[in-house]
């Protein structure tokens, strides 16, 4: 089972050095640069704006190459973190071995090492994203005894020049086949090229939203990604979404996470499912239904739900797509199958059936049943996620659900099995909290719970306000009151945002 796990996957390196990426070495690395004739070499990683950045070697000689790998480089940190005072600025970058891909974009032959950031006393530094989300998993296995997955629906639109000759139908681009869809070739290459660089997807296809404005042309598509470490989600999802752009721009069109592109057209979210191992086994379902420890974790986000929003949801154009009978939840509350609520709990496979033998009568002999599949959904991120934070949150408000000895009644109290939005339940709608509808409204909800993150310095005092100070500065309470019918000023906002996180 290794050895076709290794021969199968589309990571060069994984390949060529014949063994899984959480076993590369430094020795590994050199090896693969030597054996490829690797020219170049980009060390990767995210600061404060949830950006890829590069810093770029060229090799000149083993050495040189060793030093690299073994010690790291120095950046400027003041330049990367706002509450880095310019007189401590320096900084520490050291790679992360297993993260290694062949860049898929550069001329000469270039590996791309996603790197980790450290102070000048060699120790991680506190307020690094990654280093956030570290912690907050480390402390929820610790005291838990569980760990936690996660994964991403990356849903983006390609926006290029119209084709009249399959014109698109508006807003039911749902799974559709060329040529109905114009764009499905640069999502299948970005499929590909994710892969190789070590993302593990589920399956991409097109998305509801399409439709025409002019000369333009508007395609919505999503790839989603399987369960792994919270850590490998965020980051695949980040090389993902540089991905994708990087092909944008190779074809003259315009790739967009942001969460609305226009007022009355489907907006792009960027939903994370998430799950609970116990010894490597996914104990979220078993043969009855969803578990009670899966139900705690469910509350546990839902009660953070509103401050989550502060990472998940962080630019105006977020409140654009937050508004009811969109798809989009504005509700705290969580069900089954059910569209607009806050966390769904999808279709997951808990009924032992024979659905491959119906399909298949030819089948011989006994199918395997693959346990484990089960997860839930958070639906209110957007594109403009701040996804190392954001999940990091969830995590301790998953860890505090499995802790709090309310957490079953609490969820039992926010299951909603009906559409929340129709007027014969309009009594379960009052019922429930509702949402932030600002940037500066889920600012307060951060700074009330604030104490939560920092606790054990998870999240450092000085992330939190500039979570804070950011959200705020946008002075968008009431915004939607604001904008309703103004078209030309909901048009601006969108160009502004267009190329959000």
Request: net charge negative; aromatic share 10%.
């Amino acid at each position: 089972m290794r050895e076709l796990e290794v021969l199968m996957n589309p990571n060069k390196l994984v390949r060529h050095l014949k063994k899984p990426a959480k076993e590369f070495t430094r020795y590994d690395i050199i090896k693969f640069i030597d054996d490829n004739n690797i020219e170049m070499l980009n060390f990767r990683y995210v600061a404060e704006d949830g950006k890829l950045k590069t810093l770029n070697f060229v090799i000149t000689g083993k050495n040189y190459l060793e030093s690299i790998l073994a010690t790291g480089e120095r950046v400027d940190g003041s330049s990367l973190f706002s509450h880095i005072e310019a007189g401590l600025s320096d900084l520490y970058v050291i790679p992360r071995f297993s993260t290694a891909f062949v860049n898929p974009f550069t001329e000469r032959a270039t590996l791309d090492i996603l790197c980790s950031f450290y102070t000048k006393d060699g120790k991680p530094l506190e307020s690094a994203p990654e280093y956030i989300l570290k912690k907050a998993h480390k402390v929820f296995r610790d005291e838990t005894g569980y760990s936690f997955k996660a994964m991403g629906e990356l849903e983006y639109y390609i926006i290029s020049e119209k084709d009249d000759l399959y014109p698109a139908t508006d807003q039911k681009g749902y799974h559709s086949s060329p040529p109905f869809t114009n764009q499905e070739c640069l999502r299948t290459e970005a499929m590909q090229l994710i892969a190789q660089c070590g993302g593990k997807i589920k399956y991409g296809h097109s998305e509801v939203g399409n439709f025409t404005e002019g000369k333009m042309m508007y395609e919505q598509h999503e790839i989603e990604f399987m369960s792994v470490d919270p850590e490998n989600a965020v980051e695949q999802l980040i090389v993902a979404k540089w991905i994708l752009r990087m092909l944008g721009k190779k074809y003259g069109v315009l790739i967009s996470f942001a969460p609305k592109i226009t007022v009355g057209k489907a907006g792009s979210g960027m939903h994370i499912h998430f799950q609970i191992d116990k010894d490597d086994e996914n104990i979220m379902a078993d043969d009855v239904g969803i578990t009670d420890t899966a139900k705690k974790v469910i509350a546990g986000i839902l009660d953070k739900a509103q401050s989550l929003t502060a990472f998940g949801n962080t630019i105006p154009l977020s409140y654009l797509r937050l508004v009811p009978h969109q798809e989009a939840p504005t509700m705290v509350c969580w069900g089954d199958s059910n569209r607009s609520v806050l966390v769904r709990v999808p279709l997951g496979w808990i009924a032992k059936t024979s659905m491959i033998k119906d399909a298949n009568p030819q089948e011989r002999g006994e199918v395997p049943y693959v346990e484990g599949k089960q997860t839930a959904e958070l639906r209110v991120p957007d594109g403009s996620a701040d996804l190392y934070h954001l999940i990091a949150g969830m995590i301790l408000a998953a860890k505090e659900g499995i802790q709090n000895s309310d957490s079953l009644k609490s969820a039992e109290q926010l299951y909603v099995n009906v559409n929340i939005f129709d007027k014969e339940h309009k009594n379960i709608l009052d019922s429930l909290v509702a949402l932030p509808t600002s940037c500066s409204e889920s600012a307060d909800y951060l700074e009330k719970e604030r104490a939560f993150y920092e606790k054990d310095n998870i999240f450092p005092k000085g992330t939190i306000d500039t979570f804070i100070k950011k959200l705020k500065s946008y002075n968008d309470k009431d915004m939607s009151e604001r904008l309703y019918g103004k078209k030309d000023e909901i048009k601006k906002l969108v160009d502004k945002y267009i190329h959000c996180m």
